[in-house]
């Protein structure tokens, strides 16, 4: 009996130095990985951050957070960080800028709201007077102006008004009829 408890006692031993040989194996390819996985979060975290914001505190404050905290910290990062990325916010604004330069570029009708180019006088859909030429230099003027900006000319009829800041032109017949009429 005491060779067979000796055979039993040699093949359990061989089985734990195996098992703990193997589980030591296991052990350290899972903690190689962990530690991998660490490292990785903490790079990954470095640089979205980096690609959110420029604030160097920021940045710093991410990485340890996920660098002290492993998951735990990453998951607060993902619920603190800026939600969208320095390019995104320079996309976005690019468009606004563009949308907004398309609309003060583009003139429309105040009548039917068709497009309308700066050097139109009339409406092409609706008829509706846009613009009328100067009676001295013939440049369009808009609708609303007194003065002519180009050569001075009064554009209000009835007796000759002085432009503030320009002297009164003596001899000047006043001018008579509409805007858009010559004499």
């Not at 734990?16 to 899972?30: A, E, H, I, Q, W």
């Amino acid at each position: 009996m005491s060779n067979l408890h000796f055979v039993f006692a040699a093949s359990g031993n061989a089985l734990l130095d195996t098992l703990n040989r193997v589980l030591g194996v296991v052990v350290g390819f899972l903690v190689t990985f962990i530690v991998i996985f660490w490292i990785s979060l903490i790079i990954w975290t470095f640089r979205d951050i980096r690609s959110r914001t420029q604030d160097l505190l920021s940045q710093v404050l991410a990485t340890l957070l996920v660098a002290v905290f492993f998951v735990g910290g990453l998951f607060i990062y993902m619920i603190l960080r800026p939600r969208q990325t320095l390019a995104e916010i320079y996309e976005r604004q690019l468009e606004e800028e563009s949308l907004l330069a398309e609309m003060t570029e583009r003139s429309t009708c105040n009548n039917c709201h068709a497009r309308v180019e700066s050097d139109f006088q009339i409406c092409p859909s609706c008829g509706q007077k846009i613009k009328a030429a100067c009676p001295k230099c013939e440049r369009l003027l808009e609708l609303r102006w007194k003065f002519c900006p180009y050569c001075a000319t009064n554009l209000t009829p009835g007796p000759m008004q002085s432009i503030p800041g320009m002297p009164v032109m003596q001899g000047m017949p006043p001018m008579s009829g509409q805007l858009g009429q010559r004499y």
